[in-house]
């Protein structure tokens, strides 16, 4: 069979739709037809782009600069013969892939865990019986039936309905379940308004449906989202580029300070040449960082390591660090900045002022607090009343599992309602006892309210109402107040409109009740019988902020990371929301630069909407391609973009932003599929923590880096010094392989787990580019250099009369102790050891003992000696050779107070 894709079904009735797809209402498809589309069309599938195979996953490992120059090197030390070198480079590289395999292997693990939100069966009709298939198993043609709770399995064109509310918030970002309803509509109309027609992601919030598949896997709506991600360049993340950068400046220098120590040894003091090539060749296999590839991956599995337990799961390993180097983080608002719950905050009776209402989330916990203490409801017997009806004029459920967030099922407002009741029912249980529901009649939108007949211990009965406010109002004809029901004149109309007006202002969803006395044999709910109401007051409902973003939104700005909230809900709502966490100070604005922007809004030339994207950090009621021009403008202004979303329609903004954040909870796959980072727990603080955690990443990267730079950098020179001044080699080729393998491969590897240090959310973010060596090193450099190589020089010719191979001992202690003190320098670049706190890391503090034992071990043990030709020091040398050595960490810790102090003053 052959479908139109481009067909519009929602133009035409549902009895055109059965004959274009050659099926029927009643019976449904044959299954030996359904067969023959499964086979023509292919299964119910999307496209699974983000699950990559395990070769793929390890040939990703080996594709790295670092990697080449490493090669390279166990290359020239086989050929020379250091056979050690060869195994231990190799054992490097071997390492560095292992881990980056195993993160991103079980990220994809992670990520396989959390994809629920397309279930894998359906109910159809086939050969005129009701059964239940795998959803892979649709075709088009295929009559379903759905019923509250269920996700859609394909996109539909609606048969009947009953009471149909669908969530489509997953493709459009309207938050608010959508009524639907069989009507053709003719004229054509935005996805979102096509009320006829449900779609594959979606799910059913209220009542029930029978509707025909129009469209399967790719082809469906949520499937043509997905196959366009494949149009969406593949970009090379930002921290691959700075260390392919860092590996062509580490290999240059080894390359030049190589050849200078052949070109002083061999042009100017005429050493043979075969020795003067090993001592070089050692001073390039040394030089060149061939712990940092594993370093920048344990730094990088350390930093995921710490985000999965903090709610975000690294899908691709080098967004670890991207995370910290973000500028700005366009977040979606429901779900992410708010609690995607709808709650009861505000409650209005006539004649009282408006009373609030305490707790968040499903549990029900809360108090009703009216100005300045806690009301009890039993003496209001308005309150009273409309407790009552939110209890009994609903048909949502709480189902409590353990000590867990209760499970809430039923129309997210009416859940709202229940939630509420039981707030009052936890402290005054006897409001609701004994009161029975007798007949319900669920919510219509063409009526706009919903109704139930509930009767009382002593056999009278009422109809509760509860329903859109100005609906409401316009059936009743009296009012509550404290002294009992009197007639509600336009005064009173008044006041409650002008609540209705003030509550919908503060971005809330307004929902009145009222109720009226019936017969005590009336046992049906009857919409034409809903009238001459008693008006009970007004529930104001809002999806609240989580109570923890406020000061994550804090912690952006002091970072200098901006936030811009990108939604599509209302104008108001995102307003409100905005305003409470923090991303802007006011609804004012200016003409310039408004503080919310909506869609059409954004009808724009080029360099308007650029200046839009530059000041105004609220757009509301934006289509995903708007969200995707306001991400490339702010890329193209060098920023670094953070987008989170969870629809189908968020996709291609996330798979183009530099870091995109899906979420776990309520994300589609093809989200979680298209971006680097998933939330476990769809919380926008999740992201803040993943900037710090990716903060503190670089910063170690850089240390790292800083430390291999100049310890390699010192002990080359003084190679080049020693011969320059006429010594011999001061140390022999093993010697300067045996302190690159145990020095710089200890404690780099320690310091890749420094922690934070309180003050990484203070500093401003990198810049685009920002290269990870930069002139910080300089200091360091200027340090390092001259006391290791005066100490080495002081110490050689100390020893030189006694033998060379004494004097050679004495260097390699030498050189190896500064490398191990500078660690401790390179714990911050700014901060003292001792202020943030010297035995804090632990792992600094085990590989500086480490790495003294296995040195001193090389000298004092005969197998050892006889290895690297060592001559026995005393320990009282070795004491003072130690201590001496330590002034690398006492000149660098008197350059940061001398820094601290000269800023100080400047400040």
Known sequence: MKTDQDFAYYNVDAEETINKLNSDRQEGLSQKEARKRLRELGPNKLPEKGTTSIIKLIIKQFKDFLVLVLFIAAVISYFTGHMVDVYVIFGVILVNAAIGFFQEYKAEKSIAALKKLIKHDAMVMRNGEKKVIEATKLVPGDIILLEEGKSVPADARLLEVKNLSVNESSLTGESVPVSKETEAIEEEVSLADRKNMIYKGTHVSRGTCKAIVTATGGKTQLGEIAESLQDVEEKESEFRKKTRRLAKIMATIAISTAIVVFAVGYFFRGFEFDDILLVTIATLVSSIPEGLPAVLSIVLAIGANRMARQNAIIREFTATEAAGSLTVILSDKTGTITQSILTVKKLFVPGQNEFSVSGSGYKPEGEINGEDEQVEVEGNEQLKKMSQIAAFCNDASLQQKDQDEPEASGDPTEVSLEVFSLKVKDKEPDLFKDIKRIDDLPFNAEQKFRASIVEFPDGDRECFVVGAPEKVLSLSVKYLSGKGEEELK??????????????TGEAMRVIACAYHEVDKDKDVADPEEVSDLVFTGLYGIIDP???????????????GIRVVMVTGDHKKTAAAIAQEVGIIDNLEGTEECPAVLEETELDVDEDTFSRYTECVNVFARVSPQS?????????????????TGDGVNDAPALKTADVGIAMGQRGTDVARDASQIVLSDDNFASIVNAVRQGRIV??????????????NFASTLTLIAAIGVGFTYPLLPTQILWINLVTDGIMDISLATEPDHGDIMEEKPQKKGAPILNKMIFPYLFIIVPVMVGLALL?????????????????????????????????SLRKSAFKIGFFKNKWVIIAFFASIILQIAAIKLPFMQSIFHFKDLQWTDIGVITAMSGLVFVFGELYKFIRNRINHQDH
């Open 627 to 643: 969200k995707l021009k306001i991400a490339k403008t702010l890329q193209g202004k060098n920023n670094l973009i953070g987008m």
């Open 795 to 827: 110490v050689f010719n100390h020893y030189h009369e006694e033998s060379v191979e004494k004097a050679r001992t004495g260097v390699f202690l030498v050189v190896a102790m500064t490398q191990v003190f500078n660690a401790f320098n390179m714990r």
């Open 698 to 711: 670089f910063r170690n990267v850089r240390l790292t880096s800083f430390f291999l730079v100049t310890t």
């Open 545 to 559: 902020a989580r109570p923890e973003v406020t000061e994550a939104v804090k912690l952006c700005r002091k970072a």
């Open 490 to 503: 336009d005064k009173n109309r008044e006041e409650i409109e002008k609540q209705i007006d003030k509550m």
